[in-house]
């Protein structure tokens, strides 16, 4: 079984900021995890990917985010936010070797970029 | 342009009644899925077909019942449609599995009244 939990459904960051917005995740076996984003009105869109290698990959828009096989988490950060930045952010998790794959989006967290 | 066409945004719809959700896909993926996202519950995967065949079917109710005509189509029929079938639903496709990164319409709003 897989699961995802995102523990903050809103967060407020000032534009120019920085910005952290967790999630752990909970999977038997090795996992793909993702980060989307989606902004007002429309569908979700893939910022980054993770499932071996280097623990801090490297998304779009200045996008990054960290896998912590200790903690279970997948944090997603951004040095330096701007208003554009304002969406529902959904981390999600797949099994690897689950017969049809399945992904399992979190709840999501809402980013509000104050001016 | 955008490649995932879904028809229509927005629906309104009568408790009991029936109403077919187009999606269609021009991204020459063979993996394609039906999401529904309501105020209540995060995302939730409904379907999931690859090659025009059904892998995945997460949803409990048969009013759910997707059709594929052709592989960059999945439509989505649902029957006796009640109030709590209200949602966002979400059409994607990827090229073979979810593990690749998924591609997502701008989805059909539904409400039932």
């Known amino acids: 079984a897989q699961s995802v939990t995102q523990p903050d459904a809103r967060v407020t960051v000032s534009e120019g900021a920085s910005l952290q917005l967790r999630c752990k995740y909970s999977?038997?076996?090795?996992?793909?995890l993702f980060w989307y984003v989606q902004y007002p009105r429309q569908g979700l869109q893939l910022l980054l990917k993770y499932y071996s290698g280097d623990p801090v990959v490297q998304g779009v828009n200045g996008f990054e985010a960290e896998f912590s096989k200790s903690n279970s988490s997948f944090h997603l950060r951004k040095a330096s936010v701007h208003w554009s930045d304002s969406a529902v952010y959904f981390c999600?998790?797949?099994?690897?070797?689950?017969?049809?794959?399945?992904?399992?989006f979190g709840a999501g967290t809402k980013l509000t970029i104050k001016p | 342009d955008p490649k995932i066409i879904q028809k229509p945004k927005y629906l309104v719809a009568v408790t009991g009644s029936e109403k077919i959700l187009i999606c269609e896909q021009y991204l020459g993926h063979n993996a394609m899925y039906w999401y529904r996202q309501s105020a209540k519950k995060p995302l939730e995967f409904m379907f999931s077909y690859s090659y025009q065949k059904l892998m995945d079917n997460q949803t409990a109710s048969s009013r759910f019942q997707p059709q594929s005509s052709k592989k960059n189509h999945l439509d989505l029929q649902i029957t006796a449609l009640k109030p709590d079938d209200s949602a966002t639903y979400f059409c994607?496709?990827?090229?073979?599995?979810?593990?690749?990164?998924?591609?997502f319409g701008h989805g059909t709003k539904l409400s039932v009244l």
């Open positions: 999977s038997s076996v090795t996992p793909y």
């Open positions: 999600a998790v797949s099994m690897t070797n689950y017969g049809n794959e399945k992904i399992t």
């Open positions: 994607a496709s990827s090229q073979q599995g979810v593990n690749e990164r998924l591609f």
